[in-house]
Structures are given as structure tokens and as C-alpha cells.
């Protein structure tokens, strides 16, 4: 069974530029949430989806957005970028809702310059 | 909201050491998570561990839910148990609002 999918694994782009990344979730995981890592903030959760629905939003600007697609795959999506947005982000899907295990992919490296 | 705080922030240990790490959380949870941050950033999965004890080869955790701590094992440890480990709840009543601690960063060195 594959992991979790994170496209694309690197990336680099400019202050004011947007950045769509993408997940694929584990086959028959229905929920898929994400997650920023930075050094001074650690971890924090961004949102959650369940059946193409946000079911749950962290502490982070309107930039900041996502959806699902009805095969379950996210995306989300950071407008106007800034320095600050520079961070590796985490996806992770899980098959029992709502307390099921969380499976992480190898996540997305964006740089802002 | 809920607080997750782990100890030791940073642990160096002479390779075939034991060690055990904390992780305290201020609200009761229905999931709990260890994982271990590989060199290029993926978390990988130790334990799904809400509660009780549970065991994989030189790992143990523990997860006390009543008192709001869980406690990580690692015996013998060899270099490549290096990296950071994470402990991750999800507090009563929140669909997948995970709350993360702030890590242990281990270096064995040998």
C-alpha cells in the first residue's frame, strides 16, 4: 500500500507569489490534515478535511487555504507569500475517524526569497 | 487551548544507553502519538497510544491518560535512534486537531 504523497518535495518562490501543494492521501483514507513546521513556531496544525468538507482550521491567516477533492487528495494553497511562510509542510491522512492514527507524507520544502 | 510539553528539550547518549522521554499534556486526550523526525523531515510512526503500554523491539511507551502524561523508552540506543521525537494528541471533542509538543532532540553518539 503506498504512503502519503506530498508533490512537490522542494520548492522555491518569491515574496508575493502563491504556492499550491499537493497530498494524496493513503488509499481509503478519507481524512487529510495539514500541518507547518518552521524552527521557531514547531508544529502547527493548518486544517483538516473530511469528505471534501474543512471540518477544522488552525491559527492562521486568511493566506492560508486548502481543499479536497471527492478521491480524497488535498490541496492547499498560501497567497501573497511572505518570508515567514518559509517552513516544511506536513500531510498526513488517517482511515478511522476521528481519533484514528495519523500517517505522515515526507513533506513539502518551500523557500521564499 | 490544550498544552503539550515534552523533556528533555535536547539528550546526548553514549550509544548503548537507555533513556526515557516526557510528554505531559494539560487537557484529557482520545489519541496520542510518538514519532520520529528522520534527517529530511518526515515523521515517522513509533506508537499509537491513547493509553496503556506497548512495546517494538528496543522502544516501549507508556501512556498514563488519567494523569495526563505519556513516557517513551528507548533502550540500547544506537546511532540512528538520533533525531527528534514528537509526542501529538488530539484532545476530546476536536476532529484531528492535532496539538504537537515541542520535541526531544537525541544524539547518540558512539
Known amino acids: 500500500k503506498a504512503g502519503v504523497t506530498q508533490t512537490p518535495r522542494y520548492l522555491i518562490k518569491t515574496r508575493g507569489q502563491q504556492v499550491t501543494l499537493s497530498c494524496s492521501p493513503i488509499?481509503?483514507?478519507?481524512?487529510v490534515s495539514w500541518y507547518q513546521q518552521t524552527p521557531g513556531q514547531g508544529l502547527q496544525f493548518l486544517f483538516e478535511?473530511?469528505?471534501?468538507?474543512?471540518?477544522n482550521k488552525g491559527n492562521f491567516p486568511g493566506r492560508f487555504s486548502g481543499r479536497q477533492f471527492s478521491n480524497s487528495r488535498s490541496e492547499m494553497n498560501v497567497s501573497t507569500l511572505e518570508l515567514g511562510d518559509s517552513a516544511l509542510y506536513l500531510c498526513?491522512?488517517?482511515?478511522?475517524?476521528?481519533?484514528?492514527?495519523?500517517?505522515f507524507g515526507e513533506g513539502s520544502r518551500l523557500t521564499v526569497l | 487551548g490544550i498544552q503539550v510539553e515534552q523533556s528533555p528539550p535536547d539528550l546526548i547518549l553514549q550509544e548503548g544507553a537507555n533513556s526515557t522521554l516526557r510528554c505531559n499534556f494539560s487537557?484529557?486526550?482520545?489519541?496520542l502519538q510518538w514519532f520520529h523526525q528522520n534527517p529530511w523531515g518526515q515523521l515517522i510512526n513509533l506508537f499509537y497510544?491513547?493509553?496503556g503500554t506497548k512495546q517494538n523491539g528496543r522502544l516501549s511507551a507508556t501512556t498514563v491518560a488519567t494523569e495526563r502524561y505519556s513516557l517513551l523508552y528507548i533502550s540500547s540506543s544506537q546511532t540512528t535512534d538520533s533525531g527528534v521525537y514528537f509526542c501529538?494528541?488530539?484532545?476530546?471533542?476536536?476532529?484531528?486537531?492535532?496539538?504537537f509538543g515541542t520535541g526531544t532532540k537525541l544524539q547518540v553518539i558512539p
Open positions: 501529538a494528541v488530539l484532545n476530546s471533542g476536536g476532529y484531528q486537531k492535532v496539538t
Open positions: 487537557d484529557s486526550v482520545n489519541n
Open positions: 498526513a491522512s488517517t482511515d478511522r475517524d476521528p481519533t484514528g492514527e495519523l500517517f
Open positions: 478535511y473530511f469528505s471534501e468538507t474543512q471540518r
Open positions: 488509499s481509503g483514507h478519507r481524512s
Open positions: 497510544i491513547p493509553s
